[in-house]
């Protein structure tokens, strides 16, 4: 079973951050939080991951609230490429469980 | 360019006939894995390999065999397809264990009749 609950879809205006929430409150204390997104029936693509400090990268931000029971995936500008599946997954990282849940399906809007 | 190739993209095939789905990495990854994707089920994992001549069951192995004879490849077997295994399939790469980043290939369309 996923461990997350992600909610099943987002609208999103053009150029404006889009905010996609992730719950997981019975993470353990060596799970990463790991997020990926699909894009219609490409593969899936890494976004970004952490443990508990916020990350940030070139497509993302990753916000873990401080006790980690949820986190907040940030597209800063999200374009219409960014429609997409977006999938939560927290596991440790020397496993091999990568458990996909249902995901969010985010829509970017003109 | 570093990535994950599958080949065919799109098979269509009937009932019984033995069919191979061909799986490459150029990122000299350790890691190796595939899964299907269904409506409604998601994306579930059938096997993964941690290294060479190493591999495992995943939560839906069933009717499928997978060899890790090279580094780069990890072809899956479908022995004797049947219809409930019609499928998108996705083969993935990482460099350890399925904790680094995966690399996922464009997916490959199985279609038995």
């Known amino acids: 079973d996923a461990k997350t609950t992600q909610p099943p879809s987002m609208d999103c205006a053009e150029g404006r951050a889009a905010n996609l929430p992730c719950n997981h409150s019975?993470?353990?204390?060596?799970?990463?939080v790991y997020w990926y997104r699909q894009i219609h029936s490409q593969g899936p693509q890494y976004i970004i991951h952490?443990?508990?400090n916020n990350e940030t990268n070139e497509m993302a931000s990753l916000i873990i609230t401080e006790d980690r029971k949820s986190s907040t995936l940030i597209l800063p500008h999200a374009t219409l490429r960014d429609t997409a599946v977006y999938y939560c997954?927290?596991?440790?990282?020397?496993?091999?469980?990568?458990?996909f849940g249902a995901g969010t399906r985010l829509t970017v809007k003109p | 360019e570093a990535q994950v190739t599958q080949n065919p993209r799109y098979l269509i095939t009937v009932t019984g006939k033995k069919l191979t789905v061909t799986c490459s990495q150029n990122?000299?990854?350790?890691?190796m894995s595939w899964y299907r994707q269904d409506p409604g089920l998601g994306l579930r994992q059938i096997y993964y390999?941690?290294?060479?001549?190493?591999?495992d069951k995943g939560d839906v192995p069933e009717g499928y065999k997978v060899s890790r004879k090279e580094k780069r490849n990890f072809p899956l077997i479908l022995e004797s397809p049947s219809p409930n295994q019609t499928s998108l399939y996705f083969c993935?790469?990482?460099?350890?264990?399925?904790?680094?980043?995966?690399?996922f290939g464009p997916g490959t369309r199985l279609t038995v009749t």
């Open positions: 997954i927290v596991r440790v990282p020397d496993g091999n469980d990568m458990r």
């Open positions: 390999s941690m290294n060479v001549e190493v591999t």
């Open positions: 990122m000299n990854h350790e890691y």
């Open positions: 019975t993470i353990s204390g060596n799970e990463y």
């Open positions: 952490g443990l508990k």
């Open positions: 993935a790469s990482s460099l350890a264990g399925a904790g680094g980043e995966q690399y």
